[in-house]
C-alpha cells in the first residue's frame, strides 16, 4: 500500500500485541480507517478456495478479512512463505475496500492469481494498476475529508 501513496497504521485489539485503546477496537470505524483481519477459519460466504473476503458495496467498505488457514492452505501452491501471501491477501483485500467489489485483469486486484503472478508475489512486485492507485488514494482523500468535518 506504500507504494501507492497510502499509510497502514497497525491496531492489535486482540492477543499478547493488544496495546490499543478499547474504545479504538470496538466501535464502529471511522470512514477514513480500514479494519483488517486475520480470521481463524475458512470462507463462508464466498468460494471454498477464497483466501480472504471484503464486504463492500460499489463506493468500498471498512472491513477486510484474510482466512489464515486457507491462506497457509495455499501458500504451497503459490511456491511463498504463508506470511508473504498473507500480506497481499490482505492488500487485496483492502483494496476492495477502497476501489469497490470489481476485480482487474492484471496486478494486485486480479480475481484469481496464477504462477506469473505468484512470481510477482515471491518478487514483492505486484501492486495496484497506476489507476487503481489514484482512485483509492482519492477515496482516501474524500474520507479524510469527511472525517475533518
Not at 475458512?42 to 468500498?60: C, Q, R
Request: one cysteine or more.
Amino acid at each position: 500500500m506504500a507504494d501507492s501513496g497510502i499509510p497502514v497504521d497497525w491496531v492489535h485489539c486482540r492477543g499478547a500485541l493488544a496495546v490499543a485503546p478499547v474504545a479504538a477496537c470496538e466501535t464502529e470505524p471511522q470512514t477514513n480507517h480500514l479494519v483488517a483481519r486475520l480470521l481463524p477459519s475458512g470462507p463462508s460466504k464466498s468460494s471454498e478456495d477464497a483466501m480472504g473476503y471484503a464486504n463492500v458495496t460499489a463506493e468500498g467498505g471498512n472491513y477486510a478479512s484474510a482466512f489464515v488457514p486457507e491462506v497457509r492452505a495455499q501458500a504451497p501452491r503459490f511456491e511463498v512463505a504463508s506470511d508473504l501471501l498473507m500480506g497481499y491477501v490482505l492488500a487485496h483485500e483492502i483494496g476492495h475496500c477502497l476501489l469497490g467489489p470489481h476485480h482487474s485483469e492484471t496486478g494486485l486486484m486480479r480475481g484469481g492469481w496464477n504462477r506469473r503472478d505468484a512470481g510477482e508475489i515471491s518478487r514483492l512486485s505486484l501492486h495496484l494498476t497506476k489507476q487503481e492507485a489514484r482512485k483509492a488514494v482519492a477515496r482516501l482523500t474524500l474520507a479524510e475529508g469527511a472525517a475533518q468535518r
